[in-house]
């Protein structure tokens, strides 16, 4: 089955600083996915998403990048401000016209001042 | 755009009450609608998935006699926990599709049961 996961749980920056997050998924079939921002007790909030069939992503101040070869990506935030911080989850879906997804374990993002 | 309307944001039952929570699209037609649990500080767990006129389809070790799940409409569904019980407290959150590989989540329902 699918997993989705993190490699570290918590990160610390400063503010100004580029924050990096990094996810692996393990199901070669995903062709979707997102990144969320999950401020407490609210619901995700979506970032940004990427295809398989692309290898980067660029929003405002983010980027994701994707590495199917070894199923990784990473969400990267440019400048991070103290709004930035959150929950970040990377999420994947299962494949073709399957559209449930599969959450990553979460990665806090802390932002100091 | 793609808005989903979450209802109530949480609410607090007794032991043994069923409680009903609302997933509504308010701009689009969601042919599939997601119910996911969120435990403190972990990861959004699907629950089923359900689509518009059909039986949800239920993850594994999800009781479905216990997760009620009806996707009446194509705006519309709703997850009801019967007998309700403490450890069924957590974050619920839905999402929905309109089949176009994107998705929108609700904004949660906090449940707390005493």
């Known amino acids: 089955g699918e997993s989705v996961g993190l490699h570290l749980p918590t990160l610390s920056v400063q503010e100004g600083d580029n924050s990096i997050i990094n996810c692996a998924y393990s199901?070669?079939?995903?062709?979707?996915f997102i990144w969320y921002k999950q401020e407490s007790g609210k619901g995700p909030q979506f970032i940004i998403d990427?295809?398989?069939?692309?290898d980067k992503r660029q929003g405002q101040r983010v980027t994701v990048l994707l590495n199917k070869t070894v199923k990784h990506l990473s969400l990267q935030i440019a400048a991070t401000q103290p709004g930035d911080s959150a929950v970040y989850f990377c999420?994947?879906?299962?494949?073709?016209?399957?559209?449930?997804?599969?959450f990553g374990k979460g990665t806090l993002l802390t932002v100091n001042p | 755009g793609a808005v989903v309307s979450q209802h109530p944001s949480w609410v607090i039952c007794k032991s043994g009450t069923s409680v009903k929570i609302e997933c509504r699209s308010l701009?689009?037609?969601?042919?599939?609608m997601f119910w996911y649990r969120q435990f403190p500080k972990q990861s959004l767990m699907l629950m089923a998935t359900?689509?518009?006129?059909?039986?949800?389809?239920?993850e594994q070790g999800v009781e479905k006699d216990k997760f009620l799940i009806n996707h009446a409409s194509l705006t519309l569904s709703t997850l009801t926990v019967t007998s309700a019980h403490p450890e069924d407290s957590s974050f619920y959150i839905c999402?929905?599709?309109?089949?176009?590989?994107?998705?929108?989540f609700g904004q949660g329902t906090r449940l707390t049961v005493v």
């Open positions: 999402s929905a599709s309109a089949g176009t590989g994107a998705f929108s």
């Open positions: 199901n070669s079939a995903s062709d979707y």
């Open positions: 990427i295809r398989s069939n692309m």
């Open positions: 999420a994947a879906n299962s494949g073709g016209s399957n559209y449930k997804l599969t």
């Open positions: 701009d689009f037609q969601a042919t599939t």
């Open positions: 359900s689509n518009e006129g059909s039986k949800a389809t239920y």
